[in-house]
């Protein structure tokens, strides 16, 4: 759980300080940021053998701004793709909502949230020397409580579900013991910024230039 702006709020408040043209107070002529913010993250390996194993992960964040803010800083928000999130997509390709960048580029500036949800369920075996494998489904997405500028991108409880991105695929890992080399392939199979069709469902009609993602990284996934 983490908090910010609350104790310059009240100093500000109590000291019937000046606001911007935005309402807001300001420290050092800059208009100071106040939200609250939590995360939960689980994660759970069940051995299914001596050389195999199913690992499953979710993790839930939440920033809500108030009092001097209407959005979270930019370095809080939330992301979804990449390596460690929803792997047929690339690291902030993903959201928020159904949200699509402009021409199909990804928009770093949009693709970002202040709700994430991120579900995972991996199999992991052994297979010869230092290597290892992996098949996965990943799932999730991000939003936002307020009305910000992408559209589609605001959190509905009546339609979010139908907003969460799916993707699955296979994985290689290379265990030094000291450290891990991951490479992951993976391919989108509900893809929330196509409305409708094939485009939505590609995991009926696959495409590699168009759903797949690789994927280099240090370290599992979780």
């Known amino acids: 759980i983490e908090t910010a702006g609350n104790l310059l709020n009240l100093t500000k408040n109590l000291l019937d300080a000046h606001r911007n043209k935005d309402g807001q107070y300001e420290l050092f002529g800059i208009a100071f940021s106040q939200y609250a913010k939590a995360d939960i993250d689980f994660v759970k390996n069940h051995p299914v053998n001596e050389s195999s194993s199913i690992a499953f992960h979710a993790a839930l964040g939440v920033a809500i701004p108030y009092g001097n803010s209407t959005m979270i800083p930019y370095e809080k928000r939330y992301f979804s793709g990449g390596a460690n999130s929803v ?96 490479f992951d392939g993976g391919m989108k199979a509900i893809n929330p910024s196509e409305p409708t069709g094939r485009k939505h469902y590609p995991i009926i009609c696959p495409k590699l230039g168009r759903d797949f993602t690789f994927h280099f990284a240090v370290g599992l996934p979780f």
């Open 87 to 182: 792997r047929g997509w690339s690291v902030r390709e993903l959201g928020p909502g159904s949200y699509k960048g402009m021409d199909g580029q990804i928009d770093f500036i949009n693709q970002t949230g202040n709700v994430k949800l991120d579900l995972s369920i991996e199999y992991r075996t052994y297979l010869f020397w230092k290597f290892y494998g992996a098949a996965f489904i990943d799932a999730g997405n991000i939003w936002n409580t307020r009305n910000y500028s992408q559209s589609g991108g605001q959190f509905k409880l009546k339609t979010f579900y139908k907003e969460i991105a799916v993707a699955y695929g296979l994985g290689l890992r290379l265990n030094f013991d000291y450290f891990i080399l991951r």
